[in-house]
């Protein structure tokens, strides 16, 4: 497959995912035990690929140790492609955390909703928007 396979690939893999969550209602620990599997699948492509970067000749000549150096690390498909799967697997089951917690707090579904899609797209906006929402929640119920 080529990176762009991959990539499309792994994004509805993701989707997916997060389906489950929306749709967790109808089947909570089923739909979150899915959207895991998700994640940990991603995961794994995430670690095929990290592995084949770094050891391969594609593995870029940058580094962590300044911005430049991540920029240059990052310009690389093969590192880029790993990277972005990093994204989906973490915001993922960062969501089915969400879902689940959620779920023990008593916050509804359909209020966690916008915190699962900015989690999505934002991932830590999103997180910090779940907190605010459950910490505003468990107040209002005297929790």
Do not use: C, K
């Amino acid at each position: 497959m080529t990176h762009e396979q991959i990539f499309s690939a792994m994004n509805l893999l993701g989707l997916a995912g997060w389906a489950a969550l929306a749709l967790a209602p109808l089947r909570r620990g089923t739909l979150i035990l899915v959207a895991r599997g998700v994640a940990v699948l991603l995961s794994l492509v995430y670690a095929v690929l990290m592995t084949r970067a770094m050891l391969g000749p594609d593995g870029g000549d940058g580094g962590f140790g300044s911005l430049a150096g991540v920029m240059s690390l990052f310009a690389h498909a093969a590192v880029m492609l790993p990277a972005w799967i990093h994204y989906l697997a973490f915001d993922l089951w960062v969501g089915t955390w969400e879902a689940e917690d959620a779920a023990r707090a008593g916050l509804p579904h359909w209020l966690l909703l916008p915190a699962l899609a900015l989690t999505l797209w934002f991932g830590p906006m999103g997180l910090l928007l779940y907190l605010l929402l459950r910490t505003g929640w468990t107040r209002l119920a005297g929790r």
